[in-house]
Nanobody, 124 residues
């Protein structure tokens, strides 16, 4: 059974940084694209960043480009989301998910295993 466990969330001030981690188990991690989505209170789930299996290609939402870096260490079955210069509008629950295949995508339907999420709160 595939399981994804996020960590690294917390409460920070605007301008600070956080590094989120997502550890996978029960899967051949290096075969699949991975993604981070987020969901703010009262809003739908929003794409943040995606990465292909060998990290050859990454994708970012316009709202985070230049402030966020997605990376992965296949030997550790882990995907990371490094976030800098955080803003109050980044406040959300952040979810990682595993793709149905190796292609990177911004669509939720292209990801079939999801973690429980980690809360990020940014105060001004």
């Amino acid at each position: 059974q595939v399981q994804l466990l996020e960590s690294g969330g917390g409460s920070v001030q605007a301008g600070e940084s956080l590094r989120l981690s997502c550890v996978a188990s029960g899967t051949t991690f290096s075969f699949f694209a991975m993604v981070w989505f987020r969901q703010a209170p009262g809003k739908g789930r929003e794409f943040v960043a995606a990465i292909t299996p060998s990290a050859e290609t990454t994708y970012y939402a316009d709202s985070v480009t230049g402030r966020v870096t997605i990376s992965r260490v296949n030997a550790d079955d882990t995907v990371y989301l490094e976030m800098t210069n955080l803003k109050p509008e980044d406040t959300a629950v952040y979810y990682c998910a595993q793709g149905r295949g190796s292609w990177g995508s911004k669509l939720q339907t292209d990801y079939n295993y999801w973690g429980q999420g980690t809360q990020v709160t940014v105060s001004s």
